[in-house]
């Protein structure tokens, strides 16, 4: 179930994907109870309350599988996110950090410059959608947030210029005309092509 959900998410499946992952969680959550002694259960539950955006939770079940069955990358980079979804950026660049120290590859950060991307995007949006609904202080809140993530994303991948292109954008909304001059030399290139 729990990768019959991923696929129906690049699908673009979103509302199966989600039933999908819900029943998932469930399904894990009962192989626990029968077997506690699983290697990969709660690594497998840590994934899909991720995914179903339940970051505490998901955090607690990432910390015992590391500490039962051993340290992974994979893990650790999940809850760094998990951490980062909460506001605890610099707990969560900790766990990052571990997790590209222990899986060298290009993939793990591929991954998680498009997880930290989304991240940032998203929260932006929830900014947006906050002032617009007149909580103006909690709006901008959530920008400099995101802003701060996706500087948190180009700061491990600086050829990202995608990623500077977008903290411009974003810094320029919300009058931080000091960030927006810092990134856009980074993102020059492509503020060039734009014009």
Not at 40 to 67: C, M, P
Not at 132 to 158: C, H, P, R
Request: overall charge negative.
């Amino acid at each position: 179930m729990s990768l019959d959900s991923e696929d129906e998410q690049r699908k673009g499946n979103f509302a199966i994907a989600d039933s999908l992952n819900k029943e998932s969680i469930k399904k894990f959550q009962e192989l626990f109870a029968i077997d506690s002694s699983h290697p990969g259960v709660r690594s497998a539950l840590g994934h899909s309350l991720y995914i179903d955006k339940q970051f505490q939770e998901a955090i607690k079940w990432f910390e015992q599988t590391n500490k039962v069955n051993g340290e992974m990358a994979a893990n650790y980079q999940e809850m760094g996110l998990c951490k980062i979804n909460i506001g605890q950026m610099l707990a969560g660049k900790a766990d990052i950090d571990k997790a590209f120290a222990m899986d060298t590859t290009k993939e793990i950060r591929e991954l998680t410059m498009g997880d930290l991307s989304d991240i940032g995007e998203l929260a932006f949006q929830y900014g947006i959608d906050y002032t617009n609904q007149g909580e103006a202080e909690k709006g901008t809140e959530y920008k400099k947030f995101s802003i701060g993530v996706l500087m948190l994303a180009f700061d491990y991948d600086k050829t990202r210029k995608d990623i500077a292109l977008k903290i411009v954008d974003d810094a320029e909304k919300i009058g931080d005309k000091e960030t927006a001059a810092r990134y856009k030399i980074f993102a020059e290139p492509l503020t060039k092509n734009a014009k």
